[in-house]
């Protein structure tokens, strides 16, 4: 019996360190000496539970040119966002890392961040970081970009990644690069495409799931529908709705992207509001954040309906999280 009862423990024991296996990043850099780094797992949305690692702390400073980040993962190899915030700048540089799902010790040097966007870090240890590397390289011998912003990019990007999905339907690193691409522009048919092409131990992950589960969600309001109803204070969005087309913009106060876009806003508004055009404003300001927005709309005199979501309650269930994000709409509410 005690036999039995030891063998059960030592195959608990076993399983229980397989779903969560230990990790020790040993790094060093020069470049960063005495500066702070960040270490971030990719999640598809602030909700999303795809995120199979854990870590002790995720802010570092480099002190004698080395640091030591500890963590713990699990089910499949994940990536972490290494950047640095130049603050003269104001600029974020970023690369990625890729952890084995397994426990072991890994060491890596951190180059200088802002000279290439297809910088390849090496990982002494990370079978995954070698595929990484690798693809990097063959994105730079074939002169694709690894940001999928220009539309002529994105389709040579897109393309070059289905035919490795082909190739390798269980590389988990091609589905990360898909998730990234995703995050940073939306949705995207592409997407659906080649989510098909990956292999069944890819697709039982929960990272694979939790990506369809999201574009699920894009597709309710996708170009044909009705804009889903949305209600702030006891006022629906569709009573501020203009004769002939609306566009609803979400964004928020702090976000620069956003505020760049308000003087061209304001152009167009200014040509079509006597047209049959409105324009609407929704803001997920934190709650925090309430009296930033009221002085940003004073100060650039934004005279269209602007409503607070506030803490994004509302934008997060229909999946709007990437900012700014505008629907154009007709005269019924359809996109």
Not at 175 to 202: E, H, P
Not at 238 to 248: H, I, P, Q
Request: net charge positive; with cysteine.
């Amino acid at each position: 019996m005690k036999s039995i009862l030891s063998l059960i423990l030592t195959v608990f024991v076993y399983f229980l360190m397989i779903a969560q296996s230990k990790f020790t990043i040993e790094g060093k850099s020069t470049i960063y000496n005495n500066k702070s780094i960040r270490f971030l797992p990719i999640l598809i949305n602030a909700d999303s539970l795809s995120s199979k690692i854990k870590l002790k702390e995720n802010k570092i400073t480099i002190k004698n040119n080395q640091f030591l980040l500890k963590g713990n993962i699990s089910d499949y190899p994940q990536p972490l966002e290494v950047e640095y915030f130049e603050e003269d700048k104001n600029t974020t540089y970023y690369s990625l890392v890729f952890i084995d799902n397994r426990q072991t010790n890994y060491t890596v040097t951190i180059p200088e961040l802002s000279k290439n966007r297809n910088m390849r870090i090496d990982v002494i240890n990370s079978q995954s970081q070698k595929e990484y590397n690798l693809i990097l390289k063959q994105l730079d011998n074939e002169k694709i970009e690894l940001m999928p912003f220009k539309k002529d990019n994105f389709s040579k990007k897109n393309a070059f990644l289905q035919k490795y999905i082909k190739k390798n339907p269980d590389s988990f690193v091609a589905l990360w690069m898909t998730l990234s691409d995703y995050r940073y522009i939306g949705y995207d048919k592409a997407f659906q495409i080649n989510l098909n092409l990956f292999g069944k131990k890819v697709k039982k992950s929960d990272v694979y799931k939790a990506f369809i589960l999201s574009i699920k969600k894009d597709l309710k309001i996708s170009e044909g529908n009705i804009f889903p109803e949305m209600i702030f204070d006891n006022k629906s969005l569709d009573s501020a709705f203009g004769e002939k087309y609306t566009l609803v913009d979400f964004w928020f106060s702090s976000c620069i992207p956003c505020l760049e876009q308000i003087p061209s806003y304001k152009l167009t508004y200014e040509k079509y509001k006597n047209k049959g055009f409105e324009f609407i404003g929704v803001s997920t300001d934190r709650t925090q954040n309430i009296y930033n927005w009221r002085e940003v709309i004073k100060k650039n005199n934004l005279i269209w309906t602007n409503f607070l979501d506030e803490n994004g309650v509302q934008s997060k269930v229909l999946n709007i999280e990437r900012f700014p994000t505008n629907y154009l709409l007709d005269s019924e509410g359809k996109l």
